[in-house]
T-cell receptor, first 114, second 113 residues
């Protein structure tokens, strides 16, 4: 069984401030981990994914996430928030064998304050 | 090329009616997934196709839900005798292969009155 927990359903940051969105996972096998972003009225877009290569994963739009096995965490960060980063972010875990049966977290809505 | 498309984008129906939701994946993508997303929740896996074969339907809530992909391209998710609890966003995703990145469509928002 696999699951993810996202801490904080809503996060507010000031423009230019650090963005930190937290995600902890549970998986009985080595996981694939993902962060997706959802803008209003749009589909989910992949930000980045971890597939057991480098533990620090760089994604699009300046986001990155670090896989920490000892903490079972995969937190998403961005050094400086832009207004355009306001969206809902989903952490997800998938299986490393067979097809990608992905389990999503409940999401974190990011608000960027000017 | 075009992304994953879904139709209709919005569907309002009365309890007891059947609905069919369509997913048109990215051309050439062999894997296709259906998810359901309730308000305030993340997407929840429903079913998976590899080409035309439905290889996992473990996430379908009950036998009122069915899906097909007869020619390995377009897929239809059908809900029979809809109930109010079926109201949700239904999302489709496709990928080149079984371990490849899933690309999501915009979803169909279903409201059952």
């Amino acid at each position: 069984a696999q699951s993810v927990t996202q801490l904080g359903s809503h996060v507010s940051v000031s423009e230019g401030a650090l963005v930190l969105l937290r995600c902890n996972y549970s998986s009985s096998v080595p996981p694939y981990l993902f962060w997706y972003v959802q803008y209003p009225n749009q589909g989910l877009q992949l930000l980045l994914k971890y597939t057991s290569a480098a533990t620090l994963v760089k994604g699009i739009n300046g986001f990155e996430a670090e896989f920490k096995k000892s903490e079972t965490s995969f937190h998403l960060t961005k050094p400086s928030a832009h207004m355009s980063d306001a969206a809902e972010y989903f952490c997800a875990v998938g299986t490393s064998g067979g097809y990608q049966k992905v389990t999503f977290g409940t999401g974190t809505k990011l608000q960027v304050i000017p | 090329g075009a992304g994953v498309s879904q139709s209709p984008r919005y569907k309002v129906t009365k309890r007891g009616q059947d609905v069919a939701l369509r997913c048109d994946p990215i051309s050439g993508h062999v894997s296709l997934y259906w998810y359901r997303q309730a308000l305030g929740q993340g997407p929840e896996f429903l079913t998976y196709f590899n080409y035309e074969a439905q290889q996992d339907k473990s996430g379908l809530p009950n036998d009122r839900f069915s899906a097909e992909r007869p020619e390995g391209s377009i897929s239809t998710l059908t809900i029979q005798r809809t109930e109010q609890r079926d109201s949700a966003m239904y999302r489709c995703a496709s990928s080149w292969g079984v371990q490849e990145t899933q690309y999501f469509g915009p979803g169909t928002r279903l409201l059952v009155l």
